[in-house]
Structures are given as C-alpha cells and as structure tokens.
C-alpha cells in the first residue's frame, strides 16, 4: 500500500501526484456483512406453462430482486432443479460461469468459464432418461484473476490481472458480463435449452483512512476542515494563474488554488471533497469567477483499449482511448473574510454516481479517472486564449468499499438548478452550510 502520509518541501508535490493504493483484501470482507438473498430463475414448458426447470443461486444483492451479486474472493452456489412429469431423455445437464469483455463495442471476447457437469454424475456415467424430481447443487470458488501467456519477441512472459468488475457503459461502448448458465443437452434430435442469468461482480477496493479531523467531522456531522485549518488532510495543486478579459477591455488577472481531500481515494456513491481559493484585486471580475456557474470542475474517466494481443508487437501498434464526463463539482461559499475582501473561498464537492466503474486495469483495458478544471465560463469574461483546457488536472481513483472509520457524508445538495441559488439553513448540530449553490450536470463530453 502506497504511503499517502505528506512530505516536506522538495518532496509534497511529488506525494501529492502519487495516487494512494487502496486495499482490495480487508481483514473482514465489507460484503460479508451483507444479508443473504435468494434468487430464483426457471424455465417453463412452452405448451403447459409448468415449470420444468429452475436455478436458485445465493447471493449478497441489495435485494432478492437485484441481479445475483458476487464480490471478490467470494464463492457462487446455488441448485439446478428439474421437476418431470413423464420420463424424457438427456444427454447432459451442465452450469457454467463466464465473463465476457465488448470493447468499443466491436471487439467481443470471453476472458472466464467455469462449468461443472451436473448429470450424469461422472463421465463414465451412461445418459439416459430422467423423470421426477431431481436436484443438483453446485459451487464455484470465484478467482482473484487470471493467468495469460504472453508471447514476446524473446522467450515467455506470464501476466496476472484481477477480474474486472462489471461494467454497462453505453457512452463508452465498454461491457464487461458475468453470467451463470445453465444448459440441457438432449441429443440430436431434439433442440437443447438454456437458461442464462446476469450476474455482478463487484472486486473490494478501499481507500485509506482520510485525515483524523475529517474524520471527527463525519463523526459529529460538521462542517470538514478546509484545506487550511486541516493541511494534513488535502492535496493542494500549484496555484493557477487565470488571465482574461472583462466587458470594455479591462484586463484581469486572477490567482486559483484548488485542494482536493486525501487520499485521492474516493468510493463510489460518497462525495469527492473540493476547496477553491480564488483571488483578484478586480473585485468584480472575483464575484464573476466565484460563481456556480463559472467554476468548471468536472470528476472525467478515461477508457482505453489496445493493443490487440495478436498486434501487441508489430509495428502498427494503437491504443484506443474515450474520455466523457461523470459528474460536475457543486459548491458552497465559506465565509469570507472581511480583511481579504480580495479573495473568495469556495468549499465543493463531486457527487460520484454509485455505478460509476471503478479503476480497472485488466488485459488491454484501462480505466482511469481525472478531476479537471476548464475554463471559467462566467459570463462577461473572456478567458485568454492561450489557456488551453484542462487548466489543471489531478488523477484520483475510484474505489467500490468505503474507507475504515467513519462514512463520509454529502455536505452540499444538488437539486439541479441552472440558476444559482441561496437560502438560509438551521445550524442544527453544528449543520455548516449557510449558503449553497447548484446546477445541473452537463452532458458527457466524449
């Protein structure tokens, strides 16, 4: 595990680009604490409608109507269970478990398959015909990943890659399946059936533990240090020079410094913490940046793909790369301080989607996250052309289990206003927000 502890001096910056490592083995397993559910999957004659076939598989799904749901080092069991009113001949009755990858979706290929031959019961065992009720169960022992040799221009080389979690992402094309399947072989003459079942598989990534006063305001529900009060806890980038244009040619010039909470660890479903410092002797030009609207902070993920593993040494090698947009920043202003009345600090958060696909390096694919700062898009300013988006951009990981210590907690709501908006709030248990800013997320960026 990557040491995400600051360093003096020379060294700070360097720590503050190295991403903290997560941890994909915890002591006890987060999923071991989820509930058992039941789910049930059958085939129906297609004369009678009576069920003839059916497959339970345990799993630790949100609920029995969530798809089957697997985590790392985790087992699938379940039963095949056939109910016949007449005898009728079988050659095989098998279940299996496969991943299957579609890439860009034009490249489609199964990385897993498991199976076990549930009838007859062993390959010397004649087939023959059933009637009845008949009961099989079954297991699997899921892998942490898989072998692939690779073929180098000098010698063998043995690679390892963890299974990758399930992905559905239409902006990117990128799918990764899991399924259970069971099939009836009948013979020659007769058609077989299949009854195919989607799965998830969730591999247990965290982050590390955030700063101890972060900590205790999640604890007591208050208001998390910024990045001054807690600089242990935060990841400050170099200062941004923002230069442009105001209404009538007045030339501005504006200094931004931008803090993101560490570790750059952050799972899916919770809050991605922000500060920003914005500071101009233009006051007006300041109230025109340290707007909703203006502050272009987005959480991005890039996927990529390639080489091919028959292509991966010819000369004509290519990687095929996407990036879209997950989620924006939504902000707050803390109070300012009427000594400074040439500075403005903003306290943010990004919303990370709870299906959002972690980092994922498996095979040719990888995906990777970003936060950026673009352009300020305030109306009446013109940002100088030779500041090309990005402004700044900081890696950070996407984890799927949650810190040790307390949850974090959203501080900052987004109902989707285009127009910013201000109201007042109670300070119940210490709530900190007495202003609080929205828009609605803009479309993907691919």
Known sequence: MLDSSPKAD?????????LPAYSPDANTPEWALYPLHNHSYFLSDSKQGQRW?????????????????????????????????????????EVQVTGRMTIFAHRTFNFLTMSRTLWPPSPSSPSG????????????????????????????????NLLPPSVSDQKTGVFVEYQITVQVSRGKIRRGSSLVVPIMYTPMTRPGPPSAARQIAYQKNTRIPDAEAD??????????????????????EAICTL????????????????????????EQALDLLATNEAIAIRLMQETSYGPDLLQMYSSSD???TRHHEIARAVWTHLDDDPARPHRRKLAGEIHIPEHTAPRCSFLKLQIKHTVVLDKFEAEGFVQAESMIS????????IATAHAPGPKPRKYITAPGLRRAQTRATPEAQGAPLTRIFTWPRRRSVV
């Open 129 to 160: 015909s059933l009637k009845g009720d008949h009961r099989w169960p079954f297991s699997f022992e899921l892998p942490r990943g898989i072998t692939t040799l690779m073929y180098a221009q000098v010698g063998e080389a043995v690679e390892e």
């Open 53 to 93: 076939l059916t497959l339970d598989v345990r799993s630790r799904a949100k609920s029995a109507g969530d798809p089957p749901t697997f985590f790392q080092n985790g087992v699938i069991s379940g039963t095949v269970s056939v109910h016949l009113e007449k005898e009728e001949s079988f050659r095989s009755i």
């Open 390 to 397: 990005p402004l700044l951009s900081e890696k950070v990981e």
């Open 10 to 18: 020379e060294g700070e910056r360097e720590q503050v680009n190295a």
């Open 231 to 252: 600089p242990e806890g935060w990841s400050t980038l170099p200062p941004l020079i923002v230069q442009g244009v105001m209404s009538k040619n007045i030339e501005v």
């Open 259 to 282: 803090s993101l909470a560490k570790p750059l660890c952050y799972t899916r479903g919770t809050a991605l913490p922000l500060t920003l410092v914005i500071e101009c002797d233009n």
């Open 318 to 320: 290519q990687i095929e």
